[in-house]
């Protein structure tokens, strides 16, 4: 049983609380965290019960101490990469589209971040790189590290196409991985797609997922 946990937003108890009473395979957490404290410190009495994984969100890097806390945890941290989690494997693609780099289905502006860190002068750039707030921007570059891989699953900050506000180049970013389920986070009214294979997860709130996902709140 995976536990996917809708925006968290700085409040986690109800997160933990969740996970002392199902006792779930895994928990995955779908962006924008906003961590005050470190990962340890925050999800101390449930390191040991769960497997816990994470995409970053857009206001995971509004404060340095956001982007700090989430962001030294690489080993739970799902972007970019596909895990296997609990017989299902996942993928996952944190941040969100900007103008500025990229806002499908216009071209992109930057390729690459490399291509971003030359053009933007050195008084935007944060610790010699990239700028804070577009260490959460997806760049082209982030959907090719996935060239070649396969998943069951897409966990996405963003929202596919069939969301109003939704991107059909996540739609595509699943049918190359040959994945069948979409889940994700960032509208934090929940949008009922009326199919299992495109979910949701508002604000705080939860999906279960095993064979056949379920909702809470």
Same mark, same amino acid.
């Given at each position: ?28 957490? =779908?962006?924008? =965290? ?8 925050? #999800? ?19 404060? %340095? ?16 990469? %596909?895990?296997?989690?609990?017989? #299902?494997?996942?993928?996952? =693609? ?21 291509? #971003? ?25 982030? &959907? ?25 180049? &996540? *739609? ?10 979409? &889940? ?18 508002? =604000?705080?709130? #939860?999906?279960?997922?095993? *064979? %056949? ?5």
């Amino acid at each position: 049983m995976i536990l996917f946990c809708g925006d968290p937003h700085g409040e986690f108890e109800h997160i933990i609380q969740r996970v002392h009473q199902m006792k779930p395979a895994a928990v995955i957490m =779908l962006g924008d =965290l906003c961590l005050s404290q470190s990962f340890e410190q925050t #999800f101390t009495s449930i390191l040991g019960l769960t497997d816990i994984w994470f995409i970053h969100g857009n206001h995971d890097t509004d404060e %340095v101490r956001y982007h700090d806390h989430l962001f030294a945890c690489s080993e739970r941290n799902l972007h970019g990469r %596909v895990v296997e989690i609990d017989g #299902f494997k996942i993928a996952g =693609l944190g941040g969100i589209f900007r103008s500025q780099v990229w806002y499908p289905p216009e071209p992109p502006r930057y390729t690459a971040k490399q291509d #971003f860190i030359t053009h933007c002068g050195k008084g935007n750039l944060w610790r010699g790189g990239l700028p804070r707030k577009h260490r959460s921007s997806i760049f082209p570059e982030d &959907i090719q590290r996935f060239v070649g891989l396969k998943a069951d699953i897409l966990v996405s900050h963003e929202a596919p196409s069939a969301h109003p506000h939704g991107f059909q180049t &996540i *739609d595509d970013l699943a049918q190359s991985l040959g994945a069948t389920t979409i &889940i994700h986070g960032h509208h934090h009214d929940p949008f009922h797609y009326g199919t299992p294979s495109r979910i949701n997860v508002g =604000l705080r709130s #939860f999906m279960v997922f095993n *064979d %056949v996902p379920s909702f809470s709140i």
